[in-house]
């Protein structure tokens, strides 16, 4: 079963490691024709832009084209807890951001 929630966490993972809002400078017409019509229109991380590898490939399983090809909401909450806690043993994140 789709629901927004899966893609819209791609999105947010891009939006808070680039500071943009997605598909800036785009009408609503365009935005809804790219992503609903054409099938290499995707967002992306920018190269610039330095994330965990681990990081990007959750944001790229969400963010895939196909609704039946993304991890539904709770496997992304277990992605990301797991992601933390690779963080975490790596000694990667800070005491008050484990609470």
Not at 33 to 39: A, Y
Not at 53 to 61: A, E, F, Q, T, V
Not at 81 to 95: A, N, P, V, W, Y
Request: proline share 7%; net charge positive.
């Amino acid at each position: 079963m789709f629901t927004p929630s899966e893609w819209c966490s791609g999105g947010l993972i891009r939006e808070l490691f680039t500071g943009e809002q997605p598909y800036k400078g785009l009408s609503v017409p365009q935005i809804v024709g790219n992503v609903g019509f054409n099938e290499g229109f995707r967002l992306e991380l920018p190269k610039r832009v330095n994330v965990d590898p681990d990081l990007r490939d959750i944001m790229m399983k969400c963010l895939r084209r196909n609704p039946k090809d993304r991890p539904v909401f709770g496997k992304i909450v277990s992605m990301l807890s797991e992601f933390r806690t690779k963080l975490k043993s790596k000694g990667e994140l800070k005491r008050q951001h484990l609470k």
